[in-house]
DNA sequence: GCGTGCATGTTACTAGCGGTAACCTGAGTC
DNA sequence: GACTCAGGTTACCGCTAGTAACATGCACGC
């Protein structure tokens, strides 16, 4: 019976770790990032304390929270870029994920993608490593899954990297933009996106009179 | 002589109002976005509140420093647009005007890309409008140039707005990722950016034995 | 039965932030 | 000399993240 309380203590841990974050899931969802510590903790029904030896601090509270939207977004988007279909209608398979996902839950999202900013944390932050996790690491598989499936020559790896993050942030930008405003339809957004990535700029002709883009 | 007296007065204001833009810009050059309105008015020989007389708030004093840097960055970006080459050429010079900026002061980048996050500002974050004025600003001028001089067929001035958002987001994001892990040179990367915006993901053949992506 | 750990929870605090009210001070004007 | 008024300061408020110290309950070995 010993081993069954040990395991019984280590899934009550675990148990108040989920309820806490999904405590927490409610606030941010609310409240937006700017959530703060108390709140979550009456949120949870509990005091700051407990809070800060679950997660170390406001920064590791986040990670864990981001985690759980991350891998979910993650996979959704593996899945639109593995389905049995053509390149093109695959591509936009994953921005119609993406732009669905960031529609449905506007603010979980903004959370992604502004999480740090803590008002006194570590100062290192002379070249990068500031841009949002989400972001990084959907460039990261985005670039696996472009060097896994292209030919693209020598130094194949490096440009697929590139790509991956460089289409990981037009997508980004696109949609943040498209979010704020709604100039058109998702599924126009979609094609827009596609025919851009489809080399439309570079044959797209120049307009009568002027010297050309 | 009262007029120049008044003048006098503007005069003096406006120099001071310069003068503490510069010693912000100092300390943003230094403790990059965190830098805390004490820390700046400790920069400028002075105290809080005639900061806060001069600019209103944070938010305020952090907008006319973003305007100058934005301003001056965008002036560069429109020049690099605006130079007499074939599109490709200037293309390429766009992102690598781009690239040189943030690469030569991130902490400047950095703060403009990552500027409001106030403690306790409005909380009016439900859609959008939260990405940084500066990516914003970009996008629209791409966009105006895009749809100055291409001709896209019906659509063409949503296009190019789509386009133009999208195009600064990869910018941006394959930017901030070269940034923190400098895995090539500054010429590759604009190569590689350059090439994807020709169409290379679409022509780009499968890798044997793969569905292709 | 009784102390001993140990996890869980609390209150009460520090240090620093953005922002403001109230006061002071010196130059110019009638 | 009194009066005004811009420029500047001290001292404060309410908020935040984060922590130290104290309390409580529950399983263990003796």
Redesign the pocket.
């Known amino acids: ?2 081993t069954t ?1 040990r395991t019984e ?1 280590q899934r ?2 675990d148990r ?1 770790r989920r309820e806490l974050l999904e405590a927490a899931d409610r606030v941010v969802l609310r409240d937006g990032p ?6 979550i ?1 009456a949120e949870a ?10 997660f ?6 986040y990670a864990a929270l981001a985690k759980r939207h991350t891998d979910a977004l993650l996979a959704s988007l593996r899945a639109a870029l593995d389905a049995p279909a053509e390149r093109r209608e695959r591509v936009e398979a994953t921005l119609d994920t993406y732009l669905a996902a960031i529609e449905a839950r506007p603010q979980v999202y903004r959370f992604l993608m502004h999480p740090a900013e ?4 570590e100062q290192e932050f002379d070249t990068g490593k500031h841009s949002a996790p989400l972001l990084r690491r959907m460039g990261e598989e985005l670039a696996q899954v472009i060097e896994e499936r292209l030919d693209l020559g020598p130094g194949s790896q490096q440009l697929a990297r590139v790509w991956g993050h460089g289409i990981v942030g037009m997508m980004h930008a696109a949609g943040d933009w498209w979010l704020g405003e709604r100039p058109c339809t998702r599924a126009e957004l979609v094609k827009s996106l596609a025919d851009l990535l489809w080399g439309r700029l570079a044959a797209a002709g120049d307009k009568i009179g002027g010297p050309g883009f």
Chains 1, 2 share one sequence.
């Open positions: 019976m010993d309380q203590q009550s841990a108040r700017q959530a703060s510590m108390n709140a903790a029904g509990i005091t700051k304390p407990i809070l800060y030896r679950h170390g601090d406001k920064s590791g509270l803590g008002t006194q944390g």
